[in-house]
């Protein structure tokens, strides 16, 4: 078994957007995306039970969803990803959307929900990028192991066929 298929091979993001064991920068996103969620419930009407369930249920499809695309995370992580969630959810519904009226409302709403995406973008383009490095550092590591074999390989064939003296 080669090391990598023994997980010796261990890639480690030291980036800011790596994931944390509780929480990390993606958290920011989270709570952003619980405050954007309280402001477009609070536009629907569907009442507080509701939007309270509805944003729960959110919450936890989108980490299950994220589990199914094979996101790493630890489970206290995607935990947190949900309480965080539910914390920005909860003072923007019931405290803060009621607050603002008419354009301000409106404005508020979009300057938050802008900060999420342009968050959530800069996220992904990191994982992205740091995906690609574990590729390329992986097929080099790979390229590294093959060469050494086929030195080993070369130097006992030549060993082998000697006469001993």
Do not use: C
């Amino acid at each position: 078994m080669d090391a990598m298929q023994a997980g010796q091979f261990r890639f480690k993001r030291t980036d800011i957007w790596r994931e944390g064991e509780w929480l990390d920068l993606w958290s920011v996103v989270h709570l952003l995306s619980g405050v954007s969620t309280g402001f477009a419930l609070y536009v629907v009407h569907f009442g507080a039970s509701a939007s309270l369930v509805l944003a729960f249920v959110l919450f936890v499809a989108y980490e299950l969803w994220e589990a199914m695309v094979r996101i790493k995370e630890t489970p206290a992580n995607r935990f947190m990803d949900v309480v965080v969630g539910m914390v920005g959810f909860y003072p923007a519904f019931v405290f803060i959307a009621p607050v603002f009226s008419g354009t301000t409302f409106w404005g508020v709403f979009a300057a938050i929900l802008t900060v999420n995406i342009w968050m959530a973008t800069l996220g992904w383009i990191a994982s992205q990028k740091a995906a690609a490095l574990e590729r390329r550092l992986r097929a080099r590591y790979l390229r590294g192991k093959t060469r050494a074999r086929e030195r080993a390989m070369r130097l006992r064939q030549k060993f082998m066929h000697r006469p001993y003296r």
